[in-house]
Every structure is written in C-alpha cells, then in structure tokens.
C-alpha cells in the first residue's frame, strides 16, 4: 500500500470506523512505523502528535481497536481503518469521539447480537458441557423450533396484555432462540436482514 506521506509532512490522518456498524468512532494521525506496528499486530496505532510518539490506542485504557480492514482513499493521503472497538473509543467513556450517542446505542445492541451470534456457533462447532445452547442443539430442530414457538405465544400474551416490562423478557428469549434455530438450520441473522432489504426495495 503506497502512501503520500509526505503531502501531510510525514503522517497522513486515519478515519477510524466501526467494521460491524459502520459508525464513524474517531480521527487519528499515523506515520511509516505506526503503519507498520498496526499492520504486524493487528491493533491501531497512530502517531501522538502531542506526545511525539508511537502511541497504541488503549495501552492504558484496555480500550484497543481491533483491526478488521485497511484501505487508501483515490489520492493515496487517507486512510480508512475499520475495526472492532473492545470497549469505548472515546477518553470521555462515549463510543464515538463525535457524539452521537443515540447511535452509539443502536450501534451497541447491534454489536451485542452479533456477539451472541457468534457465541452461538462457537457452541455449535465446540460443544460445552452444561450448556444449554448445546443441549438445544443435541435435541435438534423440531425442539428448537418448538421452543421459538412457545416464546413467540408467551411474547404475545404480554403484549396483548400490556405487560411491557415481562414482555422484554419474553421477546429477549424469542429472539435468542430463533438464533440458535437459524444456526441449526445453517443461516445466520444477515440471510434475514438480506430479504428484509430486498423488500424494502420494492
């Protein structure tokens, strides 16, 4: 990847973003060797322009940034990073250096189910003993499909019901169990969401 260091005085800026949300997380400056180290060890590091030196974000916080992809804009000056964040970006707490919290909050739940979808198939592929993920699966797709059924009428009854704060509940155990049933049945939440758009086109 060739780089117009020297248009910028030696660093060129990197526009860092969420791999999974797309949301834009921060703004950092990187230099040959921060490159390079991100490159080797697979978390971000810019270069501080006010330290004046490699500074690997979150080696004090234990908030790293996960690289996932690298890419250069047309005019080989910018860079685009995306990530997965292991905690907040921001050294105020935020996800983002730019606010936008109410994303932030959406971004977070879309991150919390793909994270449960991928603990999802880490159970299919090594199985744990006790867990009860496996033992769905060891019972197989008629049970899990019974089992979405009966959250699915349990999720109904509180909603008819007005009971909001134990339909959460419900609707949390009917989303989970659909998961395991689309990963027993070899899809994953993206093949749904890929018919959604489809629809949502016409």
């Known amino acids: 990847m060739e780089l117009d260091f020297d248009k910028s005085g030696g660093l060129v800026p990197a526009v860092i973003q969420d791999e999974l949300t797309a949301q834009v997380l921060m703004l950092g400056y990187m230099n040959q060797e921060a490159l390079d180290k991100t490159r080797e060890e697979g978390v971000v590091t810019f270069f501080s322009r006010t330290k004046n030196r490699l500074w690997t974000k979150g080696e004090t916080s234990g908030n790293t940034l996960e690289v996932k992809s690298i890419t250069r804009?047309?005019?080989?000056?910018?860079?685009?990073?995306?990530?997965?964040?292991?905690?907040?970006?921001?050294?105020?707490?935020?996800?983002?250096?730019?606010?936008?919290?109410?994303?932030?909050?959406?971004?977070?739940?879309?991150?919390?189910?793909?994270?449960?979808?991928?603990?999802?198939?880490?159970?299919?592929?090594?199985?744990?003993?006790?867990?009860?993920?496996?033992?769905?699966?060891?019972?197989?797709?008629?049970?899990?499909?019974?089992?979405?059924?009966?959250?699915?009428?349990?999720?109904v009854i509180d909603a008819v019901a007005g009971k909001h704060e134990t339909m959460k509940g419900e609707a949390a155990d009917l989303l989970y169990h659909l998961l395991v049933l689309l990963s027993a049945s070899g899809m994953e939440l993206k093949d749904v969401v890929a018919v959604l758009e489809e629809r949502h086109k016409k």
Not at 100 to 114: C, D, K, T, V, W
């Open 73 to 155: 804009d047309c005019d080989a000056d910018t860079l685009l990073i995306k990530v997965k964040p292991n905690g907040p970006t921001c050294h105020t707490g935020t996800t983002s250096c730019f606010g936008e919290e109410e994303g932030a909050n959406r971004a977070a739940a879309i991150r919390f189910i793909a994270d449960l979808e991928g603990v999802i198939r880490k159970r299919k592929a090594n199985p744990v003993e006790g867990s009860y993920t496996n033992f769905l699966f060891d019972k197989g797709v008629n049970k899990i499909a019974q089992k979405v059924g009966e959250e699915a009428v349990e999720t």
